[in-house]
Nanobody, 126 residues
Framework: QVQLVESGGGLVQSGGSLRLTCVASGRDFSSSGMGWFRQAPGKERLFVARITWQSHKYYADSVKGRFTISRDIIKNTVDLQMNSLKPEDTAVYYC????????????????????WGQGSQVTVSS
């Protein structure tokens, strides 16, 4: 059974930083892309960042220059370093894994991913 488990969320003041970690088990994601999405209250789940199996990185315009996605293929983890946080970054953040291996390029839709974590709350106070 494939599981993705996020951690590292919490409450932070505007301008602060948080680091989210997603630990994958039950499947080796070293040859697959992984991503982060977020969902604010009352809104749809939106793409945040993606890292491919070749470590190409893609970001939503709203987080470019502030967020950095990275991965550790040995540990089977993907991280999201979030700096200069703003109140509008407040959301539940979800880790996601590709359906198949060796998929490259940007993949920005929920339907592009097969595996999902349970989410981690990030709250940024003003």
């Amino acid at each position: 059974q494939v599981q993705l488990v996020e951690s590292g969320g919490g409450l932070v003041q505007s301008g602060g930083s948080l680091r989210l970690t997603c630990v994958a088990s039950g499947r080796d994601f070293s040859s697959s892309g992984m991503g982060w999405f977020r969902q604010a209250p009352g809104k749809e789940r939106l793409f945040v960042a993606r890292i491919t199996w070749q470590s190409h990185k893609y970001y939503a315009d709203s987080v470019k220059g502030r967020f950095t996605i990275s991965r550790d293929i040995i540990k089977n983890t993907v991280d999201l370093q979030m700096n200069s946080l703003k109140p509008e970054d407040t959301a539940v953040y979800y880790c996601a894994g590709d359906r198949s291996s060796f998929l490259d390029g940007g993949r920005y839709q929920e339907s592009d991913y097969e595996y999902w974590g349970q989410g981690s709350q990030v709250t940024v106070s003003s």
